[in-house]
């Protein structure tokens, strides 16, 4: 095999691993094993949004207030925004929602005061939904949830300002 012929291979190797791995980032339809766990790499990071549905200045903003919230008063958020779930996989949002907060463990064990914001963007089934911990249950009900989700969140995010519903969501879910 001359010089040339095994350069070409290694450039077409090297362009079809890099193309499997883009498309991996940027997937349409997510199962619970899918989406990245960013505090696993950053424990700064509380919003996974793999395919960039928010501006960073807005992710910035949210990991400022979800950290701070986590320090002052033990309250564990993580925001997940994605494009679309696996529908035969999951029944609902809320289902999925429900086994993504269990598998990643949002909360801590003693106390379960965890909270998962989960936003999806498809424009055919655009939703959003919380799951909270136990140990929130009792200051942040369903009713209060959807509340919020319909007052503050819903509004900004039919015009595509979903990075800034998901702000004002944070900032009630604070008050509370």
Known sequence: MTTR????????????????????QTRDVYSVEDVPNVQLIDS?????DPNDAINEADEAALNQ????????????I???????????????AREFANELFNTWGIGKKETDRGLLILLITNEDNREITFEVGYGLEGELTDGLCKLIQKRR???PMKEGRY??????????VRKI
Do not use: C, N
């Open 78 to 92: 993580a925001v997940v925004v994605l494009p679309a779930i696996d529908g035969d996989t999951y029944g609902s």
């Open 5 to 24: 012929r095994l350069y070409q291979g290694l450039v077409v190797w090297i362009v079809s691993w890099l193309s499997v791995g883009l498309s991996a």
């Open 163 to 172: 990075g800034e519903g998901l702000l004002a969501g944070v900032e009630e």
């Open 153 to 155: 969140m819903i509004p």
């Open 44 to 48: 700064t990071r509380f919003v996974s």
């Open 65 to 76: 207030r979800i950290g701070h919230l986590r320090d002052s008063l033990d309250v564990e």
